[in-house]
């Protein structure tokens, strides 16, 4: 299969497996199952599945310097990870929205160039402005289509949350090209888990019967969420353009909220439909090159 076509397919299946983790994600019930619980339990179960796999297809590594490599990056990376996530859930458990939160998560693709800018020193257009403040727009819109008091402090979380993923983004696309990537992976999941259930211990009462309630959720979330689709990620962000990755990875949004509706039978005002295409617009723009940088 042509490297462009492999590198598509594989973005598109994370896009999808994560749209549709916000409906999962949505089913926890935080009385029973708490959120740094439900996050380090799924992670862990996201890294234990990856380890037959790397015993088969990375199970020799004679390179001790990619491997050195592989392991700082893949640390950094789940420590991004620990934060985006964390914060995400914690806003779904407020909010239980999946559209919303879908859509509100998919602004890192805005902020991942002017992230870039700022910490890595890249270049960025005009187009990366304006569809920040699109972007915006589009936020208010959706947060407040019921007016300023209809503002979830859920969605203000998930904001939040939105960075630590551009955060994650950028680490991901500066070392996917020296690393092995399903142990990059693996390992970050690794850290991610261990960072959430460290804080657990010390905040939340996890039982047998908060787990089992939380089956489907922890189930889909940590195998095919976590497993699969971030691993679709690294192995698709290898051939790709990070601005074509970035666009196609955000399309999470929009099955987020298809998810939404069809399982959780979620609506909005068509004001907070109209501030999703103003979201979308702005998530398409801000990846768009220019002539002079094409």
Request: aromatic letters at 10%; proline letters at 2%.
């Amino acid at each position: 299969m042509n490297k462009k076509i492999k590198s598509t397919v594989m973005l598109f299946t994370a896009a999808i497996i994560w749209g549709f983790a916000f409906v999962a994600q949505c089913l926890v019930d935080t009385d029973k199952l708490g959120n740094f619980s439900f996050n380090g339990i799924r992670f862990a179960l996201g890294a234990v599945s990856l380890i037959p796999i790397i015993m088969i297809f990375e199970k020799e590594e004679k390179n001790l310097e990619k491997l050195k490599k592989t392991v700082i990056s893949a640390a950094v990376a789940g420590t991004a990870l620990f934060a985006a996530s964390a914060l995400q859930q914690f806003g779904i458990s407020i909010n239980h929205n999946a559209g919303k939160a879908g859509f509100i998560t998919g602004l890192y693709t805005v902020l991942v160039p002017i992230l870039g800018c700022i910490i890595w020193k890249r270049k960025t257009h005009i187009n990366t402005w304006i569809a920040a403040l699109l972007a915006a727009m589009g936020l208010f819109l959706l947060s407040a289509s019921e007016g300023i008091s209809s503002i979830d402090v859920g969605d203000i979380v998930v904001l939040i949350g939105s960075f630590f993923w551009a955060i994650h983004i950028l680490v991901v696309d500066s070392n996917v090209n020296f690393v092995s990537p399903i142990k990059f992976s693996c390992i970050q999941f690794f850290v991610c888990s261990a960072l959430n259930l460290i804080l657990a211990l010390f905040t939340e009462s996890i039982t047998w019967s908060g787990i089992t309630s939380a089956t489907i959720p922890i189930l889909y979330t940590g195998i095919m969420s976590v497993g699969v689709a971030y691993t679709c990620q690294v192995i698709g962000q290898k051939d790709a353009d990070p601005n074509f990755a970035a666009i196609v990875l955000s399309s999470e949004c929009v099955f987020s909220a298809i998810g939404g509706a069809i399982i959780l039978n979620e609506k909005m005002p068509w004001q907070g439909y109209l501030g999703c295409v103003m979201i979308f617009a702005g998530i398409v723009l801000s990846q768009l090159k220019s002539k002079e940088n094409a």
